[in-house]
């Protein structure tokens, strides 16, 4: 499905307050159609709550979100979101955990099978549509959660820190099939993340958020590395070192903060 010119995610003027605290204050960002944007912070900047506000999770107390220029109102339904714990049913099977969202959409019961046998094939889980989630490794878990995902079609992808448990190998394998997931299917993809390097690796745009409370975005950055990636040497390219580097900058400044109001706390 190609996307729509434009937003895909609009903030506009966006304040989240809880009682005593204010998460995020201020923050204006356009996430175009089909690009893939990631966005880091110090911990406890917000990340999550900006998502989650994406997602129709959570409510502005002040501001506007809108998807595709349209006031998001309730749950965002043209949106899949995969979490940092995955989400599957541990009763259900690899296959019945894939295709759960095409059974709420209403989908016949024959095609929803198909199409989900044609993603378990995607995910490189051939062999194990008849397993239970506790008898998969952690990132064969993932790969059900990224079909799961997928598999009902969203427009836009959100994406909580979702490697962040994996080892370092199976991390990379993760990243490299998300990439060529979304090269595959141009969804627009707003991906959290603590790791500047995977935000780095992935994406065509690196958004920084400040050391909350109150937190705001500091900077922005164009990363222009050319696709596809081998994320296996990309740390090597001149390119990577250099945006590494320049949002390193903004980036150290709020982690230091951040440590200092953890210290005085």
């Known amino acids: 499905m190609s996307p729509p010119n434009g937003a895909a995610v609009r903030f506009t003027n966006i304040t989240k307050s809880f009682p005593g605290y204010v998460a995020v204050q201020g923050i204006n960002l356009d996430v175009q159609a089909g690009r893939f944007l990631s966005v880091v912070g110090p911990s406890g900047c917000g990340k999550s709550t900006l998502l ?154 690196v958004v920084v958020l400040s050391a909350g409370p109150a937190s705001r975005m500091v900077g922005r950055y164009e990363v222009g590395l050319e696709r596809p990636r081998n994320l296996i040497d990309i740390k090597t390219n001149p390119r990577f070192v250099e945006i590494y580097g320049s949002i390193w900058r903004d980036l150290r400044e709020e982690v230091l903060k951040s440590y200092e109001r953890n210290e005085k706390a």
């Open 52 to 205: 989650n506000m994406a997602a129709g999770l959570m409510t502005p107390t002040e501001g506007t979100v809108e998807i595709f220029g349209e006031p998001l109102q309730g749950i965002n339904r043209k949106a899949g979101y995969m979490f940092q714990q995955d989400a599957l049913l541990p009763w259900k099977t690899v296959i019945d955990n894939i295709l759960l969202g095409l059974v709420f959409q209403g989908v016949e019961p024959k095609l929803a099978e198909e199409r989900a046998r044609t993603w378990i094939h995607r995910v490189g889980l051939d062999g194990f549509a008849d397993r239970y989630p506790h008898q998969l490794s952690g990132g064969m878990r993932k790969r059900v959660a990224m079909a799961q995902t997928w598999i009902v079609d969203p427009a836009i992808v959100f994406m909580d820190e979702p490697f962040g448990a994996l080892d370092v190998h199976t991390r990379l394998r993760m990243e490299s099939e998300i990439l060529s997931l979304w090269a595959e299917t141009n969804k627009t993809v707003m991906f959290v993340t603590h790791d500047l390097e995977e935000a780095i690796a992935l994406s065509d745009e």
